[in-house]
Structures are given as C-alpha cells and as structure tokens.
C-alpha cells in the first residue's frame, strides 16, 4: 500500500510543477501544464518553454532523469527534455530541476510512439537513450526503442547531422540496435562495448543514472554507441 500512496503523491506533486507538461489522453496529442491549460507545443518548445533559440535535447524514456539534469548543468548552452510516459518516474527529476532553478530543462509526460504530435521537423538537435527497457522477446521487438520503426520517428524530429546517443547494460540489445543500424544504411559515429573497461572518451559517460548503479553492482558492463542519420 505504501508504494502505491507514494506513487499518488508523485503524480499529485507533478501536477503542480511548472517544468512539467503532461498528455494525460493518449489519444488526444495535447499537453497539459501545470495551470490546466491545454498547450500545443509543437514547433513552439523554444519560444513557449524555455524562451530562448538554444539548441533541444530530448532524453527519452528518462526515468528519474539523472542525464536530463546532469547534462543540463553541463552544457548550459543547450536545452533538454526528459520524455517518459509514466508520471511518477519523472518526478525525481522535475523536483530536482525546480529546486536547482534549472531554466534549460522540462519534463514531458507523453508516450515515444507519439513524439511526432509534440515535436516539428528538425525542432530536436539531439536524443539520448539510457538504459531503456531491453524487451528482450521477439514478440516484443517492435517496442525496443531501436527498432527501425522509431528511427524514422527520431529522423523525422532532429535536424540534420544530429546525434543519437544509445548507453544500456542490456548487450544483446546493444548488438540487436547496431544490427538495426546496419540495416538501415547507418554507421555509428562510436561505438563501445564495456565502455567503463578503460578510459572514458567522453566525460560525460561519467554520469550514472539509478539503473546503471543497480545494473553496475550486479556486474554488468555498460555500452554506448552514437549515431546520426
């Protein structure tokens, strides 16, 4: 009962965190803030949101947002997006954000498959995967959020020469998306299985969400690869 009552108070603090928009019916691709007011935002992130022209990042299937808010830090410059589809996941995060009065970063409530009714042709620069679920089944592949089927959703959004980011401990998922990849014509920018094996290339794989401590502690490796389309 405990974690059920904590999880309504989540989805209760959410509703009034103006760094939250939310699609509360899957079905109707609107955005709800955190006033009630129905926004749509597509094309219109920069302008209605975060009042700038900076470049957006989206972390999809974020989770508590760990990399949301550590690359928002690091890269002032830039404004970031953590997208997942269950309200209570995200809270973390959006707290974290509002506490720190983080003005380069939000959080939306909506379901990737959709991403297209929220976000217009080249409004995103780049996209971060982090540890999403591996669906390991292959009844399940359509649901791995490297499936070809959501590359085209992600090619439609990001501008050109913009970067997707893959880190997951799951390595059959990690070869499954370089297989993916290969057979649509794209070859990763870098690509590195066990990434914590040697020195890191990129500082910013220095950033452990949730999952990759509890993933980590069990002995599994960690892999990243970037591509562009």
């Not at 989540?10 to 699609?23: D, K, W």
């Not at 379901?111 to 929220?118: A, G, P, S, T, V």
Request: hydrophobic residues 40%; contains cysteine.
């Amino acid at each position: 009962m405990g974690g059920r009552k904590d999880k309504l108070k989540r989805i209760a603090a959410i509703n009034t965190f103006s760094n939250v928009y939310q699609n509360e019916d899957f079905r109707n691709p609107v955005l709800i803030d955190y006033s009630g007011n129905v926004l749509q935002l597509k094309g219109k992130w920069n302008e209605n949101v975060f009042k700038n022209h900076l470049p957006i990042v989206l972390e999809l299937a974020c989770g508590k947002g760990e990399y949301t808010i550590d690359l928002a830090e690091r890269f002032p410059d830039r404004n970031y997006i953590g997208i997942d589809f269950r309200g209570p996941r995200i809270f973390t995060g959006a707290k974290m954000a509002l506490e720190k009065d983080m003005s380069n970063v939000a959080f939306a409530r909506m379901k990737i498959e959709n991403i297209l009714n929220f976000f217009a042709p080249e409004e995103v620069s780049e996209i971060w995967i982090t540890f999403p679920d591996p669906f390991p089944k292959d009844r399940h592949e359509k649901h791995r959020l490297t499936h070809a089927n959501f590359l085209k959703l992600y090619k439609k959004i990001l501008r050109k020469e913009g970067l997707v980011n893959l880190k997951t401990d799951d390595i059959d998922l990690f070869r499954y998306s370089a297989e993916v990849l290969k057979s649509e014509g794209i070859t990763p920018v870098y690509y590195r299985e066990d990434i914590y094996a040697q020195p890191l290339d990129f500082d910013f794989l220095e950033v452990k969400t949730y999952f990759e401590k509890k993933f980590m502690a069990v002995g599994r490796t960690i892999n990243f690869l970037q591509f562009k389309f």
